[in-house]
């Protein structure tokens, strides 16, 4: 495998990655969201004051969240400048470790362009927060593993930091949506907080089940080979590998994705024009480290395999 390849598998991976799959999964999120800012931006309009809404995005690892969010706050920027609001903005970032309020209130300061000492107190952050969000027009605060909010810190401090964002949402100057998006146990926390939760429209995205989405898998599969330009040889159009993939992607819309990609630089880097099952055996077995008795690609009852198991190995002695 010469290093030109390398670089040009690398390179046409790369863009594949650029593609963002609008699967029918998105258009609730969207749905809800636009509905939120078309909201808020009347509010404005008519200088109403209510209080802001916000939503939660829930899933397993690998799921898309973080994906869809970034495409959907992209695409959202995008339209509030077209309309004449470039100047009001979303702020996305990710829980900080750990979530204290502090430190949380500290991180939000920096994404809005203000960092500060840890030695101020955290009522003073918080107020140079509101007064940040107002200043900047910020329409949308967004973090990311919002599950991370429950775990490292005192229920005191996961109580401080859900109430401050009741508070920005509340604001009766300027008030700030919400968007949390996490693995399942933001459901937990959600369900815990009963004034948080009712202020939130709630957006699950499911896991996918091998005989549900086969057929989905396969036409998905389809189309990254044409952009790819790889031809795809029968046995990955076969509807049980449609259904391996999505075992072997334990199930995840995400991962599904990243396993096909894997799969097409296995075909580049074999120099290949076609793609076929054994660029899935490979892209499995790098990403897993599995002996071949634990690659779904291989085994015939593919379905006993614990796609989110690495380094299985056969019982040697
Ligand atoms: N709609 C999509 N189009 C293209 N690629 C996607 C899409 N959704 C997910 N992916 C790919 O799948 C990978 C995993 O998705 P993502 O990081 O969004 O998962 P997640 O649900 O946020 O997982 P975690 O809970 O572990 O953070 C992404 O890095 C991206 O490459
Ligand atoms: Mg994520």
Redesign the pocket.
Known sequence: MGNDLITQAAQRVAEL?G?????ER?VPLAEGFSILAEKRLVDIQTGRISEAQGLALS?????????????LLAQEGQRLADRGYGDSTIISLRVPSPATLKFVGQMLLRALGYPIGADRHAWYIWDLVQHHLKERRVLFVHL??A?DLASRGTKHELDSVTSMLKTLMTDPEWPVGIIL???NELEDILNHDHQLARRMKAVR?ESLSPAAYGEDILDLLENYCELAKLEPEDDVLELSHGERVVHAAAN???????LI?DAIEDAYLQGQKTLNRRNFIRAYHRRTSCDAEFNPFVVPDFMRIDARQVFSRENRR
């Open positions: 990655k593609y963002f799959v609008d699967h998105f899933g397993q690892s690998g799921a898309g969240k973080s994906a869809a969010i970034t495409h990311d593993e599950q998006s996490g693995t995205f995840q819309f995400g991962i599904t994705i990243v990609l």
